[in-house]
């Protein structure tokens, strides 16, 4: 804390105190959710946007919750037994509100930067257990019904599928939680899927990630979201298999960091992190887990502020054939070494003739890989890539008939060897 000091009547006078690293402005306002949702409850803070707002849940058998609207009115939830979400973008309210304009209840908290009254929603008091529970879309009249969360806490340990609960995915009739900032998870130990659980809410940045051991597709589920960290916890581990499609795609992430001691039975992480441009550091997990990762395709994609890998030896099968289409293109910033066990299909690395990609060293270390994908099988077409560099990737290939690699613009373009690619069967397109 800083003491905050202004120059009143010829005199420094405290005025007050500075908070900092102390969370987003709602936070330092509204009070702890954690103190209004006992066991088995959910609370929020929702702002008054003046349009009716909807929310769903389904318990372990049809039966009915409390909803408390937080200005002096409360309701019955009918809720459904829980079916598996394939179809949420599709489901209506099971009960909905429009708050007053004004305040007329006086329980409403004035956020200044809203413009508006923020409310304290609960639901308690369910007949069964809450399994599912999203923000859902009123009626088919609106095309965009934005949603009013600011904060949510889910004081659940029940809860099988978080998917689409703050969006309606990819709907073209969208429901998105634009003001959403942050959501708690008490326990997600029962979560088998959480995809677009919070698609397009771009004010979103702050949410506790607890393990999820089940989760089988984790798809969209944190698109153009502003979260900075991501914490790759305990990832699926059963006999199938689990994707990370577009989790972070065109969001605000700087890091992220691997507790997950293997991939588990993760087997498609493309598009994952691509086009976080502020993502500088990154540090996978540190084992291949049961090795079923074949697409990786533009994974990091336009990260061009990246300066640190980790654990990429670990990224991709080496047992199946794996694609690794435009996974580093464009790190811009990132200096080092990329060194790759994964049978491969297909990799690519590149730059521009404007801004050459940053990589000096490139190992693809996998004798097996087939490079079955299309031409150019492997493209490090404008990387910083030396003469040196250049020759020993070229003695990393397998030997293979008629498959070709493109160095096009390298820094060492003009003066490697082209003999060590050309006499394995290679074509060098320079």
Known sequence: MNILKAYINGNWQKVGIAKFNSGSIYEQMLPNLANYAGSGEIAMWVAN??????????????????????????ETITASAYTTQFSANSLTAQVNHTYGDGNPSGQG???????????????????SAIKYFK??????????????????YLNLTTLVDISQMFSNGVA?????????HKVRLVNADNVVYSDYFAYECIEFENFNFPAM??????????????LRYDNINNLYVGAGTSSMLQRFTNGGLMRVYANASDWGSISNTSYCYSSNFMLNTVQLPLGIGNDKNTNCDYMFANCYNIISFS???????????????????????YTGALVINAKLTK?????????????TSIRLLNANSPFSGTSSQVDVSYCNLSASALNQLFTDLPTLSGKTIKITGCTGAGTCDQTIATNKGWIVSN
């Open 213 to 226: 051991p089940l989760a089988t597709s984790r798809t969209y589920a944190l698109f153009q979201t502003q």
């Open 172 to 180: 073209v009739s969208k429901l998105r939680c634009k003001l959403l």
């Open 311 to 333: 654990g990429l030896e670990y990224l991709g099968s080496r047992t199946l054939n794996c694609s690794m289409n435009g996974t580093f293109d464009g790190l811009e910033s």
């Open 109 to 127: 908290i004035w956020i200044d930067e809203l413009a508006t009254f923020v409310y304290l929603v609960r639901i308690y008091n369910a007949s």
């Open 347 to 359: 990799f690519t690395c590149k730059g521009s003739s404007s801004y050459l990609n940053g990589v």
């Open 49 to 74: 946007l003046k349009r009716p707002l909807g929310f769903a849940i389904q318990l372990t058998s049809s039966g009915t919750a409390t909803i408390d609207w937080g200005d002096n009115s409360s």
């Open 135 to 152: 923000c859902a879309r009123v009626t088919t009249q609106y095309n965009d019904q934005n949603n009013g969360v600011i904060e949510a």
